[in-house]
Every structure is written in C-alpha cells, then in structure tokens.
C-alpha cells in the first residue's frame, strides 16, 4: 500500500481533528502517504485533495471541528457520482480510504467498499447514536459542554427558585440528555426511547421544592419534546417559573477532552493499521474498553439502545 | 451606626457574592452588624432576615448567583407595601441599607432612601445598561460567557463554512453585543440603537466569503430583532446555510471573572464607608477608573450612551 | 440492614462529592439510613459523625475535593486504635461502611472487613494506581486538567520556540503522564515505568526542530526524574531554552468531568447495593465498561500495568 | 504612508496577537501596507519580514501567544545591530512600527524613533508593570488564570484543611499578585513593595483557624520572597500543613479575555491613527477608561505603584 486517503463527513465532532492527525501519522509511520479530501464526499467529487505531511498535522490535535471540513453532497448518493468518486479515487492512486463520520457517512463507506475501494469507519458524532460502539469521537465533549452549562445555569437558577429546561441535542436518542443528566445530578430527564407525562415531571419537581430544593434542572432531548411546551405546560401546572436554554450547535464545538482525544488516537491508529492489512468495508468501534471491528452493514440495521442501568440509577439519585 | 442590611434584587448577576461579602466584612471590620434580607424586596416585607457573620460570606467570592437570592414583589410597589418594608427595617435596628441590583432596584431604593432610611445603591446587572457607571458588576463575566461560547461556535461554523447568527441578552442596549462582538471578532454586530438592513449585513457576508473566508459570526442584542428572522432572511438572500444560537440565561451564571470580583469588592466597601459617612440616596459607579458616587434620582432620567468609539473601530476591524 | 456509613480517605479526588451523593441516596432509596464520617479514619475515631439527608449532598455533584475532607491517622493504624474504630462503628449502629479512597485507604477497609464491620471500596485517587480497575474517581479529571495546562502552554511555547517539561504527579506510576501526553500530543512522555536517557529524548527534540517545529512538550511523571534536572540537561546538550511548570495540587482540583461524576455515581449506587446483599471486603472497579467486584486482598499484592498499547501509539504518533 | 511594520517583543502576552490583528486591519482600511516582523528585534536583523493580509490575521483573536513570536537579541543592542535595524526598515520602505511589548522593548522603539523611524508602543506584559498605563495587554487573562488555579486549589485546600501559598509572577511587583489575591479572596497577598513579617503571616492564619476556616491561602509575588521558604516557616511556626505552588509560566498562556482582547483591538487601532498623523516616540496607555499617549522616554525613569486603595481593601475584607 502506497497511499490512503482520509476525509470526515456530517457532522463535525470535537476530535475528529485528532483521529486525523492519528491516521497522518501511522500512515507515515509506515511508509505509506495520505491525502486529506476536503468537504467530505464532495470534495471526493470535486477532487478537493490536499497531501498531508507530519508538519500539516501538528498543532490540531486540541481543536474542535475538522481542518478537512465536511459537507452534503447530494452527487454522491447517485449512481453516477458513486462512479466519479471511484474514478478519483483510482486516478489520485488511493489505495484505502478512512472515513470519519456518522450512521449516513458510512453508507457511502460501504458502496465505495463494494466497488473496490478498501474503506475503513470511525465512528465521530457528539449524538453517539452509532450501534457497536460504546463511545463515539465528540461525545464525551459534547457531555462535558451540557454539563459546565448546567453549572453556569445552576447559579441563576438557585438565586431565583427557578425551574430551568435544558434542551440538548438527541433527536432519536437520548444519550447526550442521559449521560449529562446523571452527570449534572438533573431532577428529570427526558428522552424519545422513554415514555412521560408532564404530570410526573411535575409531581417530581413539587416534592423536590416541598424537600426545600430551591431549583428544579430538567435535561430535555430534542426528540423528547419541544423545550418551550414543556416549559409552559410545567408553569401551568405548578406555578412554578420555569425557563428554557436551547444549547444546540454549542454542543458541537470547543475544545475536545482528553478521552475524545484518545479515543480518536486509537481509532485512528487502528484504521491505518487495519487497511495494511487489507482489511476493508469495516467500523472501529471502542466495546467494553477496547478496539473491536464490525462489518459496516451490520450497523445499517442495528440500534444503539440507551444505557438502562444508567437511566435507573438516574432515577434513583434524583430521589 | 449599629446595623446595616444588605440586600440583592432584580436579574442576579456573577460577583453579586463578592459585592455581599465585601459589605459584610467591611461593616464588621467598622464594628457594624450586618443583616441579610434574601428574596431581595420580598424578604424585607417577608422579614426573610439572616445575621451575617465573617463565616458566613466564606467560600463564595467565586459562586455565580447570589445567596441572598433574588425575586420580584409587587406588593413592595404599593403605598402599604412600602410602609411595612420601612417598618420592618426600623423594628429590626437597620440604620442602613445596600441595595445591588438594577435600575427597578434602584427605585425602590431611592422610595426608601425618601422615606428616612439611608440607602446606597450598587450596580449589579449584565446588562451594563445602568448610567453613570461605566461597568456593573458581572458584566465583564456575561461578555466573557458569550466569548467563550462564540470560541465553540466557531470551530463548527469554520468546519460547515456556516454562518451564525447568536443572540445575547440587551433588549435596550446593545452593549452585551458590542463588547463581545468586538472581542471576538464578529463580522456583524447588531445592536437596537443602531439601524440596520439585512442588505447590509448580507453584502458584508458575502465580501468575506469572497476574500476567503470560512464561516461568518453575526452578534445580535435581542433588542435589534428576532434571531431566526435574520437568520432566515440572510439564507434567503445570500443562498448561505445560517444557524442561530440563543444563549439566553447561560449569560447570567458562571463563576464571575477576576475584574467583576474586584469591582464587587471596591462598591461593597465603598457602600458601607458611605452609610457610615451619613450619605444616602446614592449609586456607586465606576468611572474612568474611580469610584465615583451620583444621586439615585438622576439614573432614572437618564440613558447609558453606546461605546461609539468601540463601535466605529467594530467596522474598521471587520473590513 | 439500618444505617451505613461513607467515608473519605487518603487524598481528595474529583468525583468523591459525586460517589458521597450516590452512596447516600442509594441507601435512602433503599431505606437505609448514612452517616458521614469527616476526616476519614481520624474523623472515625474521634467520632466525628453527622447523619445525612437528601438535602446535605444537594449541589455537591460538581464539587471537587470531598465534603466529608480527608485526613491521615497514625493511632488507626495501631491495634487499640482499629478496636477502637470499631467499637465506634458498632455504637454507633453502622451495619455497613463504603470507604472512598485509595490503596491505603483500602488496607484500613480491610482490617475493619476482617474484625466484622461490613466494608466496601470505592477507588478513588486522580493517580489511577489502583489495580483491579480501569479508571479511579478523579483520574479523568485530573488528566484534563493537564491538557488544559498544556494547551495555554504551547502558545507561549510556540512564541518563544521553547522547550517545556511538564511535571505531573505519579511517584510510581506513570499513568497521567501517558494518557495526557497522548491527549496532548506530546513529542516525548517519561514514566517511571520506562527507562530513558537524556540523549534519546534530545534527538526527539533536535529531529522535530529540524522538522520545523517551533516547539517541545515534554510530560514527565514526578516519579520519572526531577524536572528541573532534564530541563538543565537537555539545555546543555541541545542549547534550546527550556522551561519547567510542576503542576502539583492543581491537579487535585477542579470540578469533575462527567466521566468522572458518573463513574462515582455509578460506584456509589453499587456499594450500597453490595452492602444491601451482604458482601463485603470488596472494592468496586470499573473493568472493560463494566463495574466489577474484587477482594480487597488481591488489590495489595497486584500492581496496576502502564497501558502498554497507548504508550507504543504515542510513540507513532510523535514521529 | 505607504507601509508600516509591527513586532511583538519580550515576554509574550496573552490578547497580543488581537493588537496583531488590529494594527494591521487598521492599516488596510485606510490604504497602508503591513509587513509583520517576526521574532522582534532579532527577526528586525534578521529581515525575518513577512507581508500581512487581512486574511492573515484573521481567526487569531482567540489564540494565546504571538503569531509573530518573539526573541531576544544582543546584536540589537550594539551600535552596529541598531544601524542594520534602521537600514532594514528603510530598504523594506517601511515608514511607521508599532512595537508591541513591555519596558525593553520599548528602549530599543526610542532608539529606533531617535534614529528617525517614526515609533508607537503598545504595552504587553501580564506583569502590569509598565507606568502611564493603568492596564498592560494579558494582565487581566493571567490575573483570571491565576483565579481560576486558586479556584482548583481551593477544593483540595478544603477538603485537607491546608494552608496554600501560590507563587505568582512578579519579580518587582505585586500587580498580579494583589489583583488575583483580591479576586480570590485570599488571606495574605504578599508584594515585593510591601514589608512583611511570618509572624505576621502565620497570626493571621491561626486567626483563620480559629474562628472556624478549613484553609487558608497566600499569594507570594515571586519578588516577595521563595514560596518553599515561605511555606516551610510557616509550617514551622503554625504546625499547618502548608503546600506550595509555583504557576509560573501557565501565567503566560491561554485564550486572552474580552478585556484584553477589547484593549488590545483599541490600542492597535490607536497606534495607526497616531503613526499616520505623524506622531512618534509614544506609547499608548490605557489611563482612566481612556486612550492615553505618553513620551516613550517618560516611561524609563518612572515606576508603576501598586494600587494602594485596593492592597487596602484587601486588608479589610481578609478580616
């Protein structure tokens, strides 16, 4: 192997600049070159390629986003633009391709795998909806956001004796609202995989004012109901003043942790490493705290379930 | 004098604790006793008093909110609701009274101040929209907040080559938005004291994009208009993906920035060498450097005055 | 089972407020009533108990340090004191302990465990130097404290084109230095796990400068050399300027991550669960995503392994 | 005016690299060129000059450091190197520098101003130290990270009750020293310009600890005497435990605040407006809330006092 490629696709994730540079430089570790595609699948189309060096690297490990940047491209998705990009691939002598991207960017992955171009995924979206896979790049980060949010709203929360709805993002599932809720020590969270009633939610929040609580977090997923209509039907229901924080692209971005850095390390690390050995049209994921491999298709038909002994124990803590 | 009380009313502010605490220390210091009255107005009818002691503003210089908390009454602006206030001061020995708030606050205060009890008033308000001070207390920390948050916007935006509209607090002024516009390098900064048209911002858009540039940071008061509106409009005029973040309440919170402590520390201080001095019916501000005492009555006539200067260099630095 | 108690032991670790709450809330869940026990085995001898509500681990989720405090005892680990401590123990009515702490913490545990008092480990040292357990309650923490030093130190470092040794804490371990230096990207990671000289670290630094690299990080385990001593050697026999931050306490501190929040409110529902179904003389781990129950015995004799495939990856990574 | 040039100089300066951006933004929008020189004066020799586009100062607000870096040079000094510097800048056709930096920077700015280069200085150093300025460019983000350090430590401090002295930057001053003291609520702030007795220092803590505080922390200016020594006597004299931190360089580093970067924009603008009107052989100093030009040659004979008002209220309020 002589040369690979590496590009990110959807949405960006703190991190994905980490896996970048890891995938940069085990390549170059082992002798073989890599070209960085601009924009995702349409810079595969447009040929917006770029050679990367150790030196085109260094410095980004620490910065949210993705120096490669990342785009939609409808092109791609047809049968004609599927061939273009193989044809580009082949003419710039891309020998294996690294995508880091979520659920959609693997598709692509997998036909461009099935027409003869050695594809290797990693996993990157703060919404760590992607199945076999307990972590996945930007998730850790986005957490840890929601959370030094919820710290700032706490403050102005407590002077006021106010109830504060927290929407994050999580549109078909709830672990960023999950984990952050547990995180924050949220009196209620809410996400699409778990059923709720404003009622509950209410009766909840009166016996924590009634235990002498002198503020109220609810952590919202964006898929478990509109933040604003919660917030009116709780202020009808109780009394209660309540206020809504939509954090969306906050969410996204800023530095990422140490663990999101790591993990992309790894994975990066790993990708290169797997495409010497030929290995192809497959996912890195990070299972019960180590590498593990998994045919992309299998992900297509798979769901991530939400973590249900941490959901109890939410409930048991917010007692 | 023998006691003084202290008191936090209006929107809460980050170094509202440390303006508490340097009351507090700096009347004991004098052999004064201090009262804190929480709930702001509504404690002083509720007679929600505290003694406070040297302990007891310990270890919250660096805790956003305030202890005291804060709320609004109604009942206080009543001709009954003012004289139960002035009782409940006289029966509890309060020769005098800190008042940190915003300018609703300072009304209050300037009716007590009439009716016999000796009053000084304290900016508090991220706003900055009190005259006669050149800063109130947590304001620099609420511009800090909207600086950091604009630091995470940006990685993603550069990533989608995205350009975002984010709205910060100011439904009068727009010194929120300048401040932070200014300091974090925004394209556009759009304020309600200055007109302004979507063309405008558009062209200006577009002349970055042209220069070469990957994203595009609008800062918007909420005063100037409706976040989603703009948004909407710039997609629809420039063909560019727009985004919007509201950050709302995070403004409010956060541990309060170095220079809001100190300003905190220097008004508190002063307040109380005021009382003791027999002055009343007073604010603290903070002009061109110094500590700089005006009539109460006087800051309810007048308008703080946009930073001209900062807004004319604005534009010159987002040529 | 009536009434369990909760101690913290050893050094203070982000995360232990995080464990306290779980185990006390847990155990209220279940009916059962906690008592805190403050300054750990000191506290316990002297009897320094206080019965915990709801409300008192309100609002300490996202404190560091330990509301409990720590400290050490000499007279514990004396044969009158241990009979002593359990005497206390029994007058008291405590049926169960769970003790927060590290290594040495846990020999105490186990004395107890073996004189009949029912006793639970949960590990909690930013060191991560407990065997039996992936992470320890505030090593995550503590590694991206690092991070956040290392990140303003590379600007001025990149400004003046200088070398900087980082000294982290690890006296026997080089675990924080590994795993930040990998998130940092380091050029060069000394653990005291692995030998190295000064010459193969000045050739790391010489082939980057040729690069064109403008400058040097270097993280070095407390226990791996004494910074200031490489510093000067590498001074002399590279002529770059070097400068040297021992991070100390700093990485003590700090409010929790989320990873960290969780990891002990998942430990801490556990312990209470344990002691709920009569085990005891046990520590809690958290091995390979999952929590996993050791003997407290076998923790003594083991010795927690570097990550040894993390460490080969950093070296890829720093060509 | 056809062409100006800028350098950075000395130490560097968090909010440097936003006067960067703000000379050379400034300079385009009224039709001047802008060569950077990188590495100061020694790039100055070196004719290390590179051309300065809008584009190229653009996304550097945020960022630490100076993207133009900084060095010493003897050669500068000498007759000979003094010469060369001026033959440079008159065969590059540059007719205006903006030097930005602190005291030696500004001697060698005059001598180059003497020899007919029409000279601005901007001041930049975190030590605050340079007189005719009320603010120096980085010394409020290092006063916030030496709070935000103080905020890490005081959990630990707590949670051991221990007695903290955290060294801060200033040879011979006390600026940082008094301003974090102040904003950290410390108990004892230790300047070079104020005489001090442990004694004094070790009754103040016992007081401390007596009236019920778990920790008690010193700032030492590094000019007020060796932390080790400090702590060591201390714990001699008290029988505390007492730990010490040196911050240095981390004092230097991080995303500069919106108050330096709000200064450094206005200073860099104001150092445009001045050079093309002619002027030269000034520095530009923020004094009492306004841009303020002073004759370099002032600057050499005079020195900075400490902010006697606030080292008084620190007294007071550490009660």
Redesign the interface.
Known sequence: MKRIGVL?SG??A?GMNAAI??VV??A??NGVEVYGIRRGYAGLLARDFVEMS??SV??I??????IL???RSEEFKTKEGMEKAVNNIKQLGIEGLVVIGGDGSFRGAAELAKRGVPTIGIPGTIDNDIPFT?YSIGF?TA?????E?V??????A????RT?IIEVMGRESGHIAL??G????AETILVPEKPYTIKGVCDKIMSGYK????HSIIILAEGAGNAFEVGQKIKEMTGLET????L???Q????P???D??LA??MG?KAVELLLNGVSDKMIGW????LVVTDLEKIFSAQKPLNE??YN?AS??A?
Request: glycine letters at 14%; proline letters at 1%; a positive charge.
């Open positions: 990110t949405g960006d703190p540079r890891a430089r085990s170059i570790y150790l030196g260094g410095d490990i620490h910065r949210g986003g993705t940047r990342t785009a307990d850790d957490v840890n956001t929601v959370v949010a710290n700032k709203i706490r403050d102005t407590t002077s006021h004796e504060f984990y952050s547990v995180a924050c020590g235990r002498g609580k002198l206020r809504v924080i939509v969306g692209h906050l996204r971005g800023g530095t942790t140490a663990f850095r790591i390390s790894q690390g299972v019960k705290g180590e002994e941490l124990l048991v803590l007692i």
